[in-house]
């Protein structure tokens, strides 16, 4: 003991407090914690993982009271071989719980923090709607609790967190069940036009319905908040820039983030939502941003390489039709707009 608080620069009597405590780390501050962490090996790692499991545990114990169970071996093969961190899952799980607590104050701050890939990756696996696995024995109570929470969520239309909150609910509603959650209204305006797209492209991967996609690029046609919408959604979810409220975008923009997601989608999402790409996404996007990020050249190139596997006839025209305006010169597309004649 007296050597440990000599090496950490402690008195003895804060060790001495802490030797025999099981619950030490509950009672430790932090520039304590600091010192013995930078003298001790060992202790930072075992503070990492008392953390991790302590969370995990009491996630797994309050899901349980409401009927819903953790798969454990899911959540380990998850954190050790995909690589997702147990920080993002153990927040997917807490934003779980709250959805089934009923609790939408707190369900809307916890998924407005999803907005983005890699913890819209966790939240996929706590709902069931990908194929890394799901992290819940059986989410049919989530789904049920997540439809109820979106209608109450859309009864909110002053808060920029409820309109984020809904569109993740029903982008993964749509993706399990492959249909339009009815809390969505038919009419778009400011507060339903996010959760339109987020369900659109949630129908789009799990049916790969070419339909969705071309009744989607007419409605982007016909509505300038969808499109406002479309060119805010990727830039935003990417981190090239922060969301805006009023889902603006500034003048210039350079999508480093947005590229490498887009030429990801490509190569592995299915035939109806490539066609979307084509279509929507890709067009708007090069209306932003003609460089794409830089890599212009690298999104012909793996969009002609998938181009070689689509079944799709209708997915093979749209990709024909923007590899030939990829190919134009630059000055050929008017500077920073793109050519939507085909």
Avoid at 79 to 86: C, G, L
Avoid at 314 to 321: F, P
């Amino acid at each position: 003991m007296a050597d440990v608080a000599f090496l950490a620069g402690l008195d003895e009597s804060t060790v001495c407090r802490l030797w025999d405590d099981p619950d030490w780390l509950d009672r430790i501050k932090g520039r304590t914690l600091q010192a013995l962490v930078g003298a001790l090996p060992g202790v930072g790692e075992y503070v990492l993982g008392y953390s991790l499991a302590d969370r995990r545990s009491r996630l797994a114990d309050r899901l349980s009271s409401k009927g819903v169970e953790v798969d454990t071996a899911t959540f380990g093969r998850l954190a050790s071989e995909k690589r997702v961190p147990e920080q993002y899952l153990s927040n997917a799980l807490e934003t779980a719980a709250c959805v089934l607590d009923g609790d939408a104050k707190q369900a809307a701050a916890h998924l407005a923090r999803f907005w983005g890939r890699d913890q819209d990756y966790a939240m996929g696996a706590v709902f069931g709607s990908t194929a890394i696995g799901a992290l819940l024995v059986d989410a049919t109570p989530l789904h049920a609790a997540a439809l109820g929470m979106a209608v109450e969520l859309g009864e909110r239309p002053n808060s920029f967190h409820a309109i984020l909150a809904q569109a993740n609910l029903l982008h993964h509603l749509s993706l399990s069940t492959g249909e339009t959650p009815r809390a969505l209204p038919p009419d778009l305006n400011r507060n339903t036009a996010l959760a339109f797209r987020s369900s659109t492209m949630g129908r789009l991967i799990s049916t790969n319905d070419p339909e969705i996609a071309f009744a989607y690029s007419r409605k982007v046609d016909e509505s300038q908040l969808l499109k406002m919408v479309e060119e805010w959604a990727f830039p935003t979810y990417c981190h090239d820039v922060k969301p805006s409220q009023d889902f603006s975008l500034p003048r210039s923009l350079l999508m480093r983030q947005t590229a490498p997601e887009i030429i990801r989608e490509i190569e592995t999402y299915n035939d109806a939502y490539l066609l979307y790409l084509a279509l929507t996404a890709l067009p708007t996007l090069l209306g932003r941003d003609g460089t794409f990020g830089l890599r212009r050249d690298e999104l012909g190139a793996r969009l002609a390489a998938r181009r070689e596997r689509v079944a799709l006839p209708e997915t093979g025209v749209a990709c024909d039709a923007i590899l030939s305006e990829l190919g134009k010169d630059d000055r050929e597309l008017g500077g920073t707009k793109f050519d939507y004649a085909w």
